[in-house]
């Protein structure tokens, strides 16, 4: 059984930061990349950061490029997500994801709440 554990999320004012932790488990993972995503209230969920696990290449949303960081621990099979400069269009349940590149499976966190107020 394969678990997706975050933490991190939290309510911060406009200008703060937060750093989001996911942990997997449950299984040894080959060809895979993490990352995540986030659903605002009445919006669907979007794509935020990823990070390939191998060669470490990373992705974002334009949205929040230069803002937020994705970066990973290999041997804590963990998953971070820095994000400073928050503003309030940040406000969402951000959802971690481990997607297989060859297959593509598709495993889902629980969801953290991170708001941002102005």
């Known amino acids: 059984q394969v678990q997706l554990v975050e933490s991190g999320g939290g309510l911060v004012q406009a200008g703060g930061s937060l750093r989001l932790s996911c942990a997997a488990s449950g299984r040894t993972f080959s060809n895979y990349a993490m990352g995540w995503f986030r659903q605002a209230p009445g919006k669907e969920r979007e794509f935020v950061a990823g990070?390939?696990?191998?060669?470490?290449?990373?992705y974002y949303a334009d949205s929040v490029k230069g803002r937020f960081t994705i970066s990973r621990d290999s041997a804590k099979n963990t998953v971070y997500l820095q994000m400073n400069s928050l503003k309030p269009e940040d406000t969402a349940v951000y959802y971690c994801?481990?997607?297989?590149?060859?297959?593509?499976?598709?495993?889902w966190g629980q969801g953290t709440q991170v708001t941002v107020s102005s």
């Open positions: 994801n481990l997607h297989g590149l060859i297959g593509g499976y598709d495993y």
């Open positions: 990070i390939n696990w191998s060669g470490g290449s990373t």
